[in-house]
């Protein structure tokens, strides 16, 4: 599953080229921005299951990561 903070892969890319995005909001409604450009957009939760491809990136991965720093 996803969670906060995630970086997710969707199934269309962005018009400025990334295919990756940061899970930012969690509710009925998710909100995600993307990596490259900024741009944020929201959407239903229902969308967003159907519309995102993988998670990429899990935040707890990250963590660990930069606490080894």
């Known amino acids: ?39 944020m957009v929201m959407m239903p939760r229902r969308d967003f299951e159907r519309k995102m491809k993988k998670v990429l990136e899990t935040a707890e991965k990250k963590n660990e990561s930069s606490s080894k720093l």
């Open 1 to 39: 599953m996803y969670d906060l903070n995630d970086i997710v892969e969707m199934k269309k890319p962005h018009p400025c080229g990334e295919n990756r995005w940061q899970i930012i909001r969690m509710g009925m409604d998710i909100r995600i921005k993307c990596t490259k450009c900024g741009h």
